[in-house]
């Protein structure tokens, strides 16, 4: 038995402007965006018209904290808006999704979101959410949790209802042409990373499978076209796979790799795509034994390659150009023991295939240690 669902309505454009004002209901708008210049380097369309004069929230970091979700919820809440806009990365849609859920449950302290989401009232779903990604990688447009960080506490959040998803993703390719080259990196890491987790996932099916498959075929033959200048289709590419990965695990969810990823975000500040990617080879050592059809369906796929050589590949590309281990972040062998202690996450780590033990996560992060060797 098995079952797929995905409550998210997707739109594929190569003119944002042109598709925004067909999709947002009337109404006071509020736009969540990855910088305050954003407005001006937007298309002078949406900047005089679905845009004009709207409130623009644009503090958000990376990994955010509750104190700066905090700060966007008490920034949205007198504007009580009808509709939300959120255009960036995984940072900015997870703290939209929080905030619409929080006006949604007219609940104004994130704290208490935490404990547990209050029922629905005559309020309902809150405001619209279209979600734009400008990233290929993270998939938060398509999920139904979001992650926030105590960092004081060296804890991370995850708030995981089905309140959460956003209404509509909206994608246009262009909004990913500027993006540096180290974010492209690590955000299509993490979409390979969706993707794998998805495959060895206890919660698979095939719906997920297949989205799985042709998000690893994409970016196995365009990651390596991640050099200036990346041509248009190769960031279409990386941003169709990063919509499929976004489908395979908004139903599965993450696995053992995201588990260990989160000590190292925490501790090291270790981007997200780039620690959760690195366990991955010594992962699908582990797990592709017991998903043999799948192994071999996904090595055709490769047009033959070995999937371990395909993922040592892709891995050994970006560690040319940017950290790539954990010894590059700072962390050193010292460090394992705590590591593997915080490196199970409830709701992801038992996802994982096979069942891992603290001896098997040592040996993991003993593996990224040190960079893959060419
Ligand atoms: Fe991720």
């Not at 938060?140 to 993703?169: C, F, N, Q």
């Not at 959760?276 to 592709?288: K, Q, T």
């Amino acid at each position: 038995m098995w079952r797929y669902a995905n409550p998210v309505a997707i739109h594929w454009t190569d003119d944002l402007a042109a598709l925004l004002p067909t999709l947002i209901s009337p109404g006071k708008g509020l736009l969540f965006a990855y910088s305050s210049g954003f407005l001006e380097t937007m298309d002078a369309g949406l900047r005089r018209g679905l845009l004009a004069g709207i409130p623009v929230y644009s503090e958000i970091e990376t990994n955010p904290t509750l104190a700066q979700v905090q700060r966007a919820i008490d920034f949205a809440r007198p504007l009580a808006p009808d509709w939300i806009l959120a255009i960036g990365g995984g940072s900015v849609l997870d703290t939209a999704k929080i905030v619409r859920l929080a006006l949604a449950r007219d609940c104004p302290r994130i704290d208490d979101l935490l404990d547990a989401i209050p029922p629905r009232t005559a309020g309902g779903r809150g405001p619209q959410l279209v979600a734009v990604p400008t990233t290929h990688g993270t998939g938060a447009e398509l999920t139904m949790w979001t992650t926030v960080w105590d960092k004081e506490k060296g804890r991370k959040h995850s708030l995981s209802h089905p309140g959460i998803y956003p209404d509509i993703a909206a994608y246009c390719p262009q909004l990913t042409h500027g993006l540096p080259l180290p974010i492209s990196f690590a955000t299509t890491l993490d979409a390979l990373a969706h993707a794998m987790e998805a495959l060895w996932n206890r919660n698979e099916n095939p719906v997920s499978d297949e989205m799985a498959f042709a998000a690893v075929k994409l970016i196995s033959d365009n990651l390596e076209g991640l050099a200036n200048p990346v041509s248009a289709e190769v960031r279409a590419n990386l941003l169709r796979a990063s919509l499929f990965a976004g489908l395979a695990f908004a139903n599965t969810k993450t696995a053992a790799a995201h588990s260990i990823s989160y000590p190292l975000t925490l501790r090291w500040g270790i981007p997200h795509g780039i620690a959760c990617s690195m366990p991955l080879l010594p992962l699908w050592r582990i797990n592709a034994p017991h998903i043999p059809a799948k192994a071999e369906r996904l090595r055709l796929l490769l047009g033959g390659e070995d999937v371990a050589a395909a993922l040592a590949r892709l891995q050994r590309f970006v560690a040319d150009r940017m950290p790539y281990s954990l010894r590059a972040y700072g962390a050193g062998p010292a460090d394992l023991d705590a590591l593997v202690r915080e490196s199970f996450t409830k709701g992801r780590m038992d996802n994982n295939r096979v069942a891992l033990d603290p001896a098997d996560v040592r040996a993991i992060l003993e593996a990224i240690l040190d960079p893959p060797r060419g």
